[in-house]
């Protein structure tokens, strides 16, 4: 007796759980894009629908119940990249324990050429792969696989070398790519306020797990982007702090706050540039 009242006890549990979990990621899905007016438009004819059969209406209730039916399948098609991006999301597990700890690859290397390619003025925008593969997306640029260091990412995104204009992917412990052409955002709340460059970082970030680095080449400034969400004008310290928390690392504050001086001596100490070599401004920035 006490057995079954247990394992009923237990699904129970899961059963809240699981439907807790999902209300939480649909809560999140939709504060985070462009569907909430859809949300409404449907929970409006929800309403309308049920006032319709509690009233009698038939004609209106049958009218209500086809729009139902087309709005439904006008929601699939029309946020096709924000389900995707939410099965992904889902998929992967972000915020639970199915997250795995990761060191970045050549975490080094990579604050130094940001660090860097900010000084000269340099626009850049590097894609690290995660646990989403960006292989589709890499056969579009052209093909590397080069070690990663601060001069080779340098010298890729210089002016006017070939490769400059686009995404370098960054998969393992190698370039695998650069001149990568990626998606850009389809959110229009962000307006004009980003340029190409940072819509593109976005708009990866949204249909994968990457962290993606910008360099703006109309300010300089850097920018972590990860999940759709953009930190910008980020200080080195700051930046090195973002990789940290993306990547969960355990450690204590006092080895987080060592790590960080290292790092930041190490990418302050680099090879002496001509400030006058920046490019010119442009739509990406």
């Known amino acids: 007796m ?20 999902l209300l939480y990621r649909l809560i999140v899905f ?3 894009t462009r569907v909430i007016q859809m949300f409404v438009g449907l929970g409006l004819l929800l309403v309308l629908s049920f006032l319709a059969q509690l009233l009698g209406m038939m004609v209106v209730g049958r009218i209500i119940g086809t729009l139902q039916t087309v709005w439904v399948v006008a929601f699939i098609i029309i946020f096709q990249p924000e389900l995707r991006s939410a099965l992904t999301t889902l998929g992967l597990g972000h915020g639970i324990i199915f997250n795995r700890q990761r060191e970045i690859p050549a975490e080094q290397e990579l604050l130094k050429a940001v660090t860097r390619l900010s000084k000269r003025g340099l626009g850049a925008l590097i ?6 593969r960006l292989n589709d997306w890499a056969q579009k640029g052209v093909p590397l696989d080069a070690e ?6 340098e010298a890729i995104f210089t002016v006017p070398g070939p490769l400059h204009d686009g995404a370098v992917i960054i998969s393992g412990s190698r370039i695998a ?6 998606p850009i955002t389809e959110r229009e709340e962000l307006g004009y306020i ?3 460059r940072h819509r593109a970082a976005i708009g990866i970030s949204e249909q994968s797990d990457a962290i993606v680095l910008v ?6 400034a850097i920018s972590l982007v990860f999940g759709g969400h953009i930190r910008r ?5 700051e930046l090195t702090a973002e990789l940290e928390r993306v990547y969960r690392r355990q450690s204590s504050p006092r080895q987080r706050n060592r790590r960080a001086s290292d790092r930041a001596a190490e990418a302050v100490a680099v090879d002496p540039t001509p400030g006058s070599a920046g490019a010119a401004p442009g739509p990406q920035g």
Do not use: P
């Open 30 to 32: 939709i504060k985070d």
């Open 177 to 182: 790519a650069a001149a990568v052409i990626l």
């Open 127 to 132: 894609v690290i792969e995660r646990e989403v």
């Open 194 to 196: 980003l340029g190409t």
């Open 233 to 237: 004008g980020l200080s080195l310290d």
């Open 2 to 21: 006490w057995e079954k009242v247990s394992g009923s006890i237990v699904i129970d549990v899961l059963d809240i759980l699981i439907v807790a979990y």
């Open 148 to 153: 990663i260091t601060a001069a080779m990412l």
């Open 215 to 220: 360099v703006s080449e109309e300010t300089r």
